[in-house]
């Protein structure tokens, strides 16, 4: 099944490297990646979705912890979360068939960014499969070129602790129910 | 005052505890070199830079301490691959720094330039690109923390020459190194901790697993202190041998793959496992699906990422090993285990008797009876350090270790030519104690030009070559699982004496068993090294043999005592 992980990361040369660099030494295949900054200078923020079993997202969880640039690991897969994938799509439209392809962008909430004689693009936001969904109805017009970013997840409801506050150094104790046979408490 | 980068690079080192390196210099790091003179470093001149990393391991393993190497960039960096990565797998605390190009050279494939950042980072701990003098100090300080905090291993130190030639004012930060995604010292709950005392305190047939953890965290007495309170009886892994005393009653022997045959056969019927910073490799495991089907686990590590890696554990344990055995062992109920202890001895049976010394001497020399006769002449008191292959299973099963760090090789990444440079590392560490490598004739080669750093440096490491003529243990199992169709195995060696007398050393061929005590006892007299050539059966191999991937204990085991084999 997939797993999602949010990965908490100091942003320094080489990290994305180093966070690859473990997915593919411990032969886990990354589904996409996407990374950017988050609210606090100096940390940035990745998307990983990757293909793996429950025991396998136990161990990119416990490997991710043991890089020494990764501050904090969320396996969003098992909490509610929303997640968006953002595609720019450029699809054939014709005077004559540039109707229909408006009709169908309006119907995925999508929006036409561009109209060039014989083109349009088409920027869309939502969860994967509903921009699955509309690039195979704009297929029969022909989809000229795609860009996706991949996956971006947040978990729902109040952001839950703090980057770097959580961890008492000699002192910390699990406080909350393990997940499965992970009796370890990160900086929760 | 300011100070340049090469300088804040040796005064770093030094406030680090560091007074031995072992490198090899080069042009992107001999701004590095040329300030070392200033400062009160033993520089051990390496003749290739995987030895200085070897010798940077021995010298962490035999001493404790954090081991250090030196090497330019590009090929000098790239030489330390073997090495690093021998250190990463066995959890071995180093530190190597290398000079890189100048930092706006960097990307433009300039002489000898090689991204060894980029090619050391699955292999490393971790490891850093220092491009400015002022970053220098503190780069030291937290190589030094992270390598020998939490799971110790290597780290790499990438100085470009700019960075050593430039100057700055160096203010000392003499705090404690906190990096925020860097958690060495997790705990787990007291639930947890009552579990694994309730699971000991009720079983009827446990055993515990002594691991490399043992000697890393620096819990022998803690671990003898459970083992004897509980009556718990002690297997060891490959890495784990000198952290249980060998001849103390409870302890059991090697498992695994040449492990003792009983050690394997209790394995698979016990009720519980103890095991205490060891990684369940497969090495130890055999064919996981069979693998101690009616034991529970109670696995207790540093590293959270070992547990449920290979084997499904039922109380895992984060912590360092001693501190968790400390807390636990109050708890811990005196146990009468006396009929678990039987059965055990009951399956020792005839294949027990290992009083090889008193076999007749047929003649032949065996090199069982060489390491057995190093290990009565020496008192079981000599750091060993072995190469990889058959010889070092013999010396695991016949020289029996009674204290930690006593024994070091390379147990994970299985290194040949890790045995010499290693030693040479070993004695430096531990200048008063009796340094043996043992070493196969394959092995001895890859890495041998380190005769030349032992007859420079004028110390006292002696060499026994387990000199067979085969890759051995590849023979081996030509032999078992080819049909000894001795592809590329067969060695034509050089004189081994010759070639110690050429670097200025001591040469010894012995090939009867009548030689080894005198020879051995010869060598130990001798004031320089020794290099020790034992001519011995060619085709001999390891028993018992677990084959890869099979069951724990469907084991090949000798076809006859070996006196028997000798008398054919």
């Given at each position: 099944?997939?797993?999602?992980?949010?990965?908490?990361?100091?942003?320094?040369?080489?990290?994305?490297?180093?966070?690859?660099?473990?997915?593919?030494r411990?032969?886990?295949?990354?589904?996409?990646?996407?990374?950017?900054?988050?609210?606090?200078?100096?940390v940035?923020?990745?998307?990983?979705?990757?293909?793996?079993?429950?025991?396998?997202?136990?161990?990119?969880?416990?490997?991710?912890?043991?890089?020494?640039?990764?501050?904090?690991?969320?396996?969003?897969?098992?909490?509610?979360?929303?997640?968006?994938?953002?595609?720019?799509i450029?699809?054939?439209?014709?005077?004559?068939?540039?109707?229909?392809?408006?009709?169908?962008?309006?119907?995925?909430?999508?929006?036409v960014?561009?109209?060039?004689?014989?083109?349009?693009i088409?920027?869309?936001?939502?969860?994967?499969?509903?921009?699955?969904?509309?690039?195979?109805?704009?297929?029969?017009?022909?989809?000229?070129?795609?860009?996706?970013?991949?996956?971006?997840?947040?978990?729902?409801?109040?952001?839950?602790?703090?980057?770097?506050?959580?961890?008492?150094?000699?002192?910390?104790?699990a406080?909350?129910?393990?997940?499965?046979?992970?009796?370890?408490?990160?900086?929760? | 005052?300011?100070?340049?980068?090469?300088?804040?690079?040796?005064?770093?080192?030094?406030?680090?505890?560091?007074?031995?390196?072992?490198?090899?210099p080069?042009?992107?790091?001999?701004?590095?070199?040329d300030?070392?003179?200033?400062?009160?470093?033993?520089?051990?001149?390496?003749?290739?830079?995987?030895?200085?990393?070897?010798?940077?391991?021995?010298?962490?393993?035999?001493?404790?301490?954090?081991?250090?190497?030196?090497?330019?960039?590009?090929?000098?960096?790239?030489?330390?691959?073997?090495?690093?990565?021998?250190?990463?797998?066995?959890?071995?605390?180093?530190?190597?720094?290398?000079?890189?190009?100048?930092?706006k050279?960097?990307?433009?494939?300039?002489?000898?330039?090689?991204?060894?950042t980029?090619?050391?980072?699955?292999?490393?701990?971790?490891?850093?690109?220092?491009?400015?003098?002022?970053?220098?100090?503190?780069?030291?300080?937290?190589?030094?923390?992270?390598?020998?905090?939490?799971?110790?291993?290597?780290?790499?130190?990438?100085?470009t020459?700019?960075?050593?030639?430039?100057?700055?004012?160096?203010?000392?930060?003499?705090?404690?190194?906190?990096?925020?995604?860097?958690?060495?010292?997790?705990?787990?709950?007291?639930?947890?901790?009552?579990?694994?005392?309730?699971?000991?305190?009720?079983?009827?047939?446990?055993?515990?697993?002594?691991?490399?953890?043992?000697?890393?965290?620096?819990?022998?007495?803690?671990?003898?202190?459970?083992?004897?309170?509980a009556?718990?009886?002690?297997?060891?892994?490959?890495?784990?041998?000198?952290?249980?005393?060998?001849?103390?009653?409870?302890?059991?022997?090697?498992?695994?793959?040449?492990?003792?045959?009983?050690?394997?056969?209790?394995?698979?019927?016990?009720?519980?496992?103890?095991?205490?910073?060891?990684?369940?490799?497969?090495?130890v495991?055999?064919?996981?699906?069979?693998?101690?089907?009616?034991a529970?686990?109670?696995?207790?590590?540093?590293?959270?990422?070992?547990?449920?890696?290979?084997?499904?554990?039922?109380?895992?344990?984060?912590?360092?090993?001693?501190?968790?055995?400390?807390?636990?062992?109050?708890?811990?109920?005196e146990?009468?285990?006396?009929?678990?202890?039987?059965a055990?001895?009951?399956?020792?049976g005839?294949?027990?008797?290992r009083?090889?010394?008193?076999?007749?001497?047929?003649?032949?020399?065996y090199?069982?009876?060489?390491?057995?006769?190093?290990?009565?002449?020496?008192?079981?008191?000599?750091?060993?350090?072995?190469?990889?292959g058959?010889?070092?299973?013999?010396?695991?099963?016949?020289?029996?270790?009674?204290?930690?760090?006593?024994?070091?090789?390379?147990?994970?990444l299985?290194?040949?030519?890790?045995?010499?440079?290693?030693?040479?590392?070993?004695?430096?560490?531990?200048?008063?104690?009796?340094?043996?490598?043992?070493?196969?004739?394959?092995g001895?080669?890859?890495t041998?030009?380190?005769?030349a750093?032992?007859?420079?440096?004028?110390?006292?490491?002696?060499?026994?070559?387990?000199?067979?003529?085969?890759?051995?243990?590849?023979?081996?199992?030509?032999?078992?699982?080819?049909?000894?169709?001795?592809a590329?195995?067969?060695?034509?060696?050089?004189?081994?004496?010759?070639?110690?007398?050429?670097?200025?050393?001591?040469?010894?061929?012995?090939?009867?068993?009548?030689g080894?005590?005198?020879?051995?006892?010869?060598?130990?007299?001798?004031?320089?090294?020794?290099?020790?050539?034992?001519?011995?059966?060619?085709?001999d191999?390891?028993?018992?043999?677990?084959?890869?991937?099979?069951?724990?204990?469907?084991?090949?085991?000798?076809?006859?005592?070996?006196?028997e084999?000798?008398?054919?």
């Open positions: 099944m997939r797993h999602t992980f949010a990965v908490h990361v100091e942003d320094t040369p080489g990290v994305l490297n180093r966070v690859a660099s473990l997915f593919r411990r032969a886990f295949n990354i589904e996409s990646l996407t990374v950017g900054h988050t609210e606090t200078a100096g940035s923020r990745m998307t990983i979705v990757a293909d793996t079993d429950d025991h396998g997202a136990l161990r990119l969880e416990a490997n991710l912890y043991k890089l020494v640039n990764v501050l904090r690991v969320d396996d969003i897969t098992v909490r509610p979360s929303v997640q968006r994938d953002l595609a720019m450029k699809v054939a439209a014709t005077p004559e068939t540039r109707t229909h392809v408006m009709q169908l962008v309006d119907v995925f909430r999508a929006r960014i561009d109209v060039a004689p014989d083109s349009v088409i920027e869309a936001t939502g969860p994967e499969d509903k921009i699955d969904g509309l690039v195979e109805v704009l297929r029969q017009y022909g989809v000229i070129e795609m860009v996706r970013t991949g996956c971006v997840a947040m978990a729902r409801g109040p952001k839950i602790g703090g980057l770097g506050d959580g961890v008492e150094r000699g002192t910390q104790v406080d909350e129910a393990p997940a499965d046979d992970s009796n370890v408490s990160y900086s929760v | 005052m300011k100070r340049t980068g090469a300088q804040i690079l040796w005064e770093a080192l030094i406030r680090e505890g560091v007074s031995t390196v072992f490198g090899y080069g042009g992107a790091i001999l701004p590095a070199y300030a070392m003179l200033e400062f009160p470093i033993k520089h051990v001149l390496v003749r290739h830079e995987q030895g200085a990393t070897h010798m940077a391991d021995g010298y962490a393993r035999a001493g404790g301490g954090v081991g250090v190497a030196v090497a330019t960039s590009g090929p000098g960096a790239t030489n330390m691959v073997t090495g690093i990565a021998t250190a990463m797998l066995d959890s071995s605390p180093i530190v190597c720094i290398t000079g890189q190009v100048g930092s050279l960097i990307g433009s494939d300039a002489f000898q330039e090689t991204d060894i980029g090619v050391t980072l699955p292999i490393t701990k971790h490891n850093y690109l220092v491009s400015r003098a002022q970053d220098v100090a503190r780069a030291v300080k937290e190589a030094f923390y992270v390598a020998k905090s939490g799971r110790p291993g290597p780290v790499l130190l990438d100085i020459k700019d960075a050593q030639q430039a100057s700055c004012e160096v203010e000392w930060d003499d705090s404690e190194v906190t990096l925020p995604g860097y958690r060495p010292d997790l705990r787990a709950t007291q639930e947890v901790y009552q579990r694994a005392i309730d699971m000991i305190n009720n079983a009827k047939r446990p055993i515990i697993f002594a691991g490399h953890g043992i000697m890393l965290s620096g819990a022998m007495e803690v671990v003898r202190a459970l083992a004897e309170r009556n718990i009886p002690v297997a060891m892994t490959l890495l784990g041998i000198g952290g249980f005393p060998a001849s103390h009653p409870l302890n059991l022997g090697m498992m695994g793959m040449h492990g003792e045959a009983w050690v394997n056969s209790a394995i698979q019927e016990a009720d519980l496992l103890l095991a205490f910073g060891m990684r369940f490799d497969d090495r495991t055999g064919n996981l699906a069979t693998y101690a089907q009616n529970k686990k109670i696995h207790i590590d540093i590293d959270p990422a070992e547990f449920n890696k290979n084997v499904k554990v039922d109380v895992p344990l984060t912590g360092d090993l001693r501190h968790v055995l400390e807390e636990i062992l109050p708890h811990v109920t146990g009468d285990r006396s009929s678990w202890l039987k055990i001895e009951a399956m020792k005839d294949c027990a008797v009083d090889i010394q008193n076999l007749p001497d047929s003649g032949h020399l090199a069982a009876h060489v390491i057995n006769d190093l290990w009565r002449v020496t008192d079981g008191d000599a750091i060993v350090v072995t190469d990889v058959q010889h070092q299973m013999w010396e695991a099963q016949y020289y029996h270790h009674d204290q930690p760090r006593t024994l070091i090789t390379s147990g994970g299985g290194t040949m030519g890790f045995a010499l440079p290693a030693a040479i590392g070993a004695k430096f560490a531990c200048p008063d104690k009796e340094v043996w490598a043992v070493v196969g004739d394959g001895f080669q890859m041998q030009a380190e005769l750093t032992i007859a420079q440096e004028q110390i006292k490491v002696n060499v026994a070559i387990i000199n067979n003529g085969y890759l051995g243990m590849v023979r081996q199992w030509q032999e078992f699982f080819y049909d000894r169709r001795y590329a195995t067969p060695l034509l060696n050089p004189d081994f004496v010759k070639l110690a007398e050429a670097y200025g050393l001591s040469g010894m061929a012995v090939t009867k068993r009548a080894v005590v005198p020879g051995v006892e010869a060598a130990r007299e001798h004031a320089g090294a020794v290099i020790l050539e034992f001519k011995v059966e060619q085709e191999s390891v028993f018992p043999m677990v084959p890869a991937g099979a069951d724990l204990d469907k084991m090949i085991r000798r076809p006859s005592p070996i006196v084999t000798a008398a054919d």
